[in-house]
């Protein structure tokens, strides 16, 4: 990537009042995430959503400097980064709408996987939490999964390091920069984590363990995985976020039950009771809703001859059909459509048979 464009991309996350949603529909508008600083305001003020308090800080000069202070710290350190309009970007997570616009990782990650899971839940995992994670992970181990949580006490770091004894890639999605580590005792697993698979974050690499960098967290924890697993949680804990999000994000959500009186326990029934969860009972369970005892048979691409579309329908076709499902937002970027057009256009193509609407804002061909 030009360093130009990685300036951009530091300065429009750094910009307060413009989250992840926002920032990528200025990308959308305007085209490309150098033009944005090069737009007169009044431009962009045109674009719903943005309006003088957004502009002010967009347009604060003070964000060059700390955005060229992170670009010297990625150039100097050979930080890896994603995108998320560029291939390298978790596929699951480019899929949520409010999913970061920019990725930093350390370590071995391959993300090329299609069996990628979230394990997570309470800090204080019981005797009975800890069999079952480690159990679970060991009859997973046949299936090769990728194993994501959030390097946090309890659930979060029994999951790891079961997923290292298997020999699994971890992913430890932190909140907070790469050159923190947060809880500090579980620096003895970084060495391990990075052979395995390695960390994610979204935050600058001063940036340190805030409590709302938790919540945020969540997001990636749930977003990047086909489905979310909560072993143990109270009544009200982060893990319930990280379900909700995920159910939001349409993903499958399993909890394992527990005694009535168990306070750790209480979460995972409500969350089956509540139907927001699948009962977890063997790692069996897994494996049958996410279709992992299916073996993929190769596709056979038949091409669709005939097919009367006009130059936009035509671009939106071939792009679907290189990169499979995508979101609406990403679709009117990569294909230089505005979305205001782009919503008739795709309305057009499912009338004709040719794409079909997803959950999520999200299109792939019929």
């Known amino acids: 990537m030009k360093e130009e464009k990685l300036l951009a991309i530091l300065r429009l996350q750094k910009s307060k009042a413009v989250g992840d949603i926002l920032a990528k529909k200025l990308i959308v508008n305007v085209g490309d995430v150098t033009q944005i600083f090069k737009e007169k305001p009044a431009s962009l003020s045109k674009i719903n959503g943005i309006g003088n308090h957004v502009l002010k800080h967009l347009f604060n000069e003070e964000n060059i400097k700390f955005a060229e202070e992170e670009l010297h710290y990625i150039q100097k350190n050979k930080i890896e980064y994603a995108y998320f309009l560029e291939d390298n970007y978790p596929t699951n997570l480019q899929h949520c709408i409010d999913s970061p616009i920019l990725l930093f990782q350390d370590g071995n990650?391959?993300?090329?996987?299609?069996?990628?899971?979230?394990?997570?839940?309470?800090?204080?995992?019981?005797a009975y939490g800890r069999d079952f994670c480690n159990t679970l992970i060991e009859n997973l181990a046949e299936h090769n999964p990728i194993i994501v949580s959030g390097f946090a006490y309890g659930v979060d770091i029994c999951a790891h390091k079961a997923a290292i004894k298997h020999n699994l890639q971890t992913i430890g999605v932190l909140a907070h920069g790469?050159?923190?580590?947060?809880?500090?005792?579980?620096k003895k697993y970084i060495h391990q984590v990075n052979e395995n698979g390695g960390f994610l974050t979204e935050f600058w690499?001063?940036?340190?363990?805030?409590?709302?960098?938790?919540?945020?967290?969540?997001?990636?924890?749930?977003?990047?995985?086909?489905?979310?697993?909560?072993?143990?949680?109270?009544?009200?804990?982060?893990?319930?976020?990280?379900?909700?999000?995920?159910?939001?994000?349409d993903r499958d959500v399993f909890a394992v039950p527990?005694?009535?009186?168990?306070?750790?326990?209480?979460g995972c029934n409500n969350l089956i009771k509540n139907n927001k969860a699948f009962l977890l009972n063997t790692a069996n369970e897994v494996v049958k809703m996410l279709n992992w005892d299916i073996t993929e048979?190769?596709?056979?691409?038949?091409?669709q001859l005939f097919l009367d579309l006009n130059e936009n329908e035509q671009k939106i076709y071939d792009f679907l059909h290189d990169k499979g499902a995508q979101v609406l937002d990403v679709i009117a970027l990569e294909c230089n459509i505005p979305i205001f057009k782009l919503s008739s256009i795709l309305l057009q193509l499912e009338l004709k048979g040719v794409t079909k609407p997803l959950a999520g804002k999200m299109f792939e061909l019929a």
Do not use: C, M
């Open 178 to 186: 790469l050159e923190e580590i947060y809880p500090k005792v579980h």
């Open 109 to 126: 990650i391959n993300l090329n996987s299609k069996k990628i899971i979230s394990i997570v839940g309470t800090r204080n995992i019981s």
């Open 205 to 249: 690499h001063k940036e340190t363990p805030l409590r709302e960098n938790f919540l945020k967290r969540n997001r990636i924890v749930a977003g990047i995985s086909k489905a979310t697993i909560i072993i143990e949680s109270a009544a009200k804990g982060g893990s319930l976020v990280t379900a909700d999000i995920a159910n939001s994000y």
């Open 258 to 266: 527990g005694r009535t009186t168990d306070l750790y326990s209480k």
């Open 297 to 303: 048979q190769p596709k056979t691409i038949q091409q």
